[in-house]
């Protein structure tokens, strides 16, 4: 067996301690200086047409290439009352829309319903036209150069009150829903945090050591968003990525400290000085914030195996902020530990503090009790009961709900839903890329022209149909309505018959022409494929690295199984949950939100990536407590009675404060965020209760000694052990008497030794 390494995490922790104050000054220095340096350059965010896969970005990418950049956009005119197309009234507003528009700077390709060649710009009924135009310029003007469209439309409502005129398209939605979205994200991150300081309150019953976590967790995603700022002009990233380090560093920021903390006043508790008390902590709780943290990392790394750029910005963000936040605890809270001293007790909640002396882990301790007594019932009950909630997973639906997830009460919605009543399919056609050498080649016009029409037959659309073709005429786009909300079996149907019938009998039979579809249903088909191609790459590196890693931390092949096993449990689980209340409909009125017939076609290996690595963190620090003691000579059952308890009241807070930050994107308008916020909260309350609760101590005692099983050809592995806290009671005489010091006084801060 090789000798035991040196701890790094205590090492670290006493040089921060001695050094404090040299450490908070370049901590915060260096924090600020990266945060600063980040918003001075901006973050560098990737094209639309970056996020994409397959076919349809191929699409994408050659219509981007051929036309100048631009937006397409729709007014809708539409009769109220008996008024109908060709009534004076209707053609007067028509005509209006059509001269203000023309007004505007920047609004080009303006297509009028009262052109003989446009019959399908109004609607079968008779009520409701369009008219659609362009808005010059890349994605990062439209918001701006919208603006003047929109109030012309607005004054040609005025001006016209018999009928109704909307305006909706590419600029004018997303300017609408980045506005919204922005709405939300400030929302909760304004009450994400006073409600984590409130839960902090109550853990600890201390305003000073309630504040540790808090700045340490706002400082490391400082820190993160400022790194992820300057990487991004290496590697631009997606919009949402700097909501998602938000999310994920202020929850393992906030844990890593908690778990420090708790662990430094547990040791003055229980009798040592400060000094001990801090370098206990720095070996025991230091040293598995290290071992978590990696594997944080490990998870977020898989989603660079995903095949999909947004994934990768996601995955280079998550790393970043989750370094940073591990480096903090190892260094800077040692150091404001050390400078604290037991000044961390200052600020006392009087009715908190002394509801804290009462013991909070009685409760867990009640219940471990009676786990152990019968862990056989114990697993195979706690075991079936996410088998239960896991097995509606089976038959979830993955789509990219495009604006069929956007909140309904945003006017720009209403317009939407108007303009799919009219037209079918047209806010959200099949986009087809002809590519030749010359498209406008009388040959080939006619056959674009004929696709036209059998494309239109194939799928049982009548309209509108739209051919533009580029200024240097080597591309022609063809719209093509589609049948469904963009996302449901019809509209993957009619993709499916375009793609492998209509193409290849038109277009496909013309030597020299390429014909690729895009558009929001392509778009939607061709992530998930994707996604299914590359789902074994990501369980594969993350399933496996994971093992290894936990396989050297706690030199046994069975613990980084059982992990690997219980954690697969918690995310199918969360699945489960996911599907009946977004798939199904279940929690509809609760919650708000109207279905769309499935789950965000990302969130599974999102959720699966971050729910691995959270989860990762409670089994790390309770299985290092639990092997902690077991090298002091104690059996297993009652090293895992000892541990659970000892760590049960810090567990639980860091859960607590995980839901309520989750639960808070659940209370937000998109159901998107609705379907995030919500699958996390369920996945880390079942993950601290059911598994870490019930099932791991059931698997543990069951298995007992086997737990730490390493054949012999592994035993070259190399040991790290934490230094063995003189605080620890000697090892119980038999397994029925009671730990000692067992019942854990969570939170309660005491001025020094007893």
């Known amino acids: 067996m090789s000798s035991p390494r040196r701890n790094l995490a205590a090492i670290v922790g006493r040089w921060s301690a001695r050094h404090r104050r040299r450490v908070l000054v370049g901590w915060l220095a260096v924090a600020f200086a990266i945060f600063a340096a980040g918003g001075v350059v901006g973050q560098a965010q990737m094209e639309r047409v970056d996020a994409g896969n397959g076919e349809s970005q191929r699409a994408d990418r050659a219509i981007q290439r051929a036309f100048p950049d631009k937006a397409g956009e729709n007014v809708l005119v539409q009769g109220i009352g008996g008024i109908r197309a060709g009534d004076a009234a209707y053609t007067r507003a028509v005509a209006d829309v059509e001269s203000r528009l023309s007004r505007v700077a920047h609004v080009i390709d303006i297509r009028s319903p009262l052109e003989g060649g446009n019959r399908g710009q109004v609607s079968p009924d008779g009520r409701s036209a369009l008219v659609t135009f362009s808005i010059q310029g890349g994605e990062k003007v439209w918001p701006d150069r919208v603006v003047a469209a929109l109030k012309a439309t607005s004054a040609a409502q005025r001006a016209n009150p018999a009928v109704r005129i909307e305006q909706f398209g590419e600029a004018s939605a997303n300017r609408a829903i980045d506005r919204a979205f922005g709405d939300d994200f400030r929302k909760a991150e304004v009450t994400s945090l006073p409600v984590t300081l409130v839960i902090l309150l109550i853990a600890f019953g201390s305003v000073v050591a309630a504040g540790v976590p808090m700045l340490l967790g706002l400082s490391a995603v400082a820190a993160g968003l400022g790194l992820l700022a300057l990487v991004s002009h290496t590697i631009p990233v997606d919009a949402s990525a700097s909501s998602v380090v938000l999310l994920i560093g202020l929850a393992v920021g906030v844990d890593y400290s908690m778990f420090y903390l708790r662990r430094k006043l547990e040791e003055r508790e229980a009798g040592s000085d400060g000094r001990a008390a801090l370098r206990i902590a720095a070996a025991t709780s230091g040293r598995a914030v290290l071992v978590s943290g990696l594997t944080v990392m490990i998870a977020m790394a898989g989603m660079l195996f995903a095949g999909n750029p947004v994934f990768t910005s996601f995955s280079i963000g998550t790393m970043l902020v989750v370094a940073v936040a591990v480096l903090g605890s190892v260094t800077v809270l040692p150091a404001v530990l050390a400078a604290l001293g037991d000044r961390v007790g200052w600020g006392r909640v009087p009715v908190i503090a002394r509801r804290r002396r009462s013991g909070e882990s009685r409760t867990w301790g009640w219940i471990l009790d009676r786990v152990l007594r019968r862990p056989a019932v114990s697993l195979a009950v706690g075991a079936a009961l996410l088998l239960a909630l896991a097995l509606p997973a089976i038959g979830m639906h993955t789509v990219t709900p495009g604006f069929s997830a956007m909140p309904r009460e945003l006017p720009i919605m209403q317009t939407y839903d108007r303009l799919q009543k009219a037209f079918p399919g047209g806010p959200d056609p099949a986009v087809v890329a002809v590519q030749a050498r010359d498209v406008t080649a009388p040959v080939l016009t006619q056959e674009i022209e004929r696709f036209t029409r059998e494309a239109l037959a194939d799928v049982g659309m009548r309209g509108p149909a739209f051919t533009t073709v580029s200024p240097d005429r080597r591309v022609a786009v063809v719209s093509v309505p589609l049948p469904g909300d963009g996302t449901d079996q019809r509209s993957e149907a009619a993709l499916t018959t375009l793609r492998e019938r209509t193409i290849p009998r038109t277009l496909g039979a013309v030597t020299g022409v390429r014909a690729e579809v895009s558009g929001m249903t392509a778009q939607s088909k061709d992530f998930n494929d994707t996604m299914k ?222």
């Open 533 to 754: 191609r590359h789902l074994p790459y990501v369980f594969a590196f993350v399933l496996g690295l994971a093992f290894l890693l936990l396989m050297v931390t706690f030199r046994s092949i069975v613990v980084p199984l059982v992990a690997i096993m219980l954690n697969l449990l918690s995310v199918a689980a969360a699945y489960g949950a996911l599907k009946l209340i977004f798939q199904d409909g279940h929690g509809e009125r609760v919650l708000g939100f109207q279905s769309i017939g499935g789950v965000v076609s990302w969130l599974p290996l999102f959720l699966f990536v971050i729910l691995f690595g959270l989860s990762m963190d409670y089994h790390v620090f309770i299985v290092s407590r639990i092997r902690e003691v077991y090298d002091r000579g104690w059996s297993t059952p009652d090293a895992v009675t000892h541990a659970i308890r000892s760590t049960a009241g810090v567990v639980t807070s860091a859960a607590v404060v995980m839901v309520a930050v989750f639960s808070i994107f659940a209370t937000l308008s998109s159901v998107i965020f609705k379907q995030v916020g919500v699958a996390l909260a369920i996945a880390v309350l079942l993950d601290a209760t059911i598994v870490r609760a019930v099932l791991l101590p059931s698997v543990m005692k069951l298995l007992g000694d086997r737990n730490w099983y390493l054949p012999r050809w592994l035993e070259w592995v190399p040991q790290v052990r934490p230094e063995q806290p003189p605080s620890l009671p000697p090892a119980p005489a038999t397994p029925d008497v009671d730990v000692p010091g067992g019942d854990d006084r969570t939170g309660e801060l005491v001025g020094g030794p007893r």
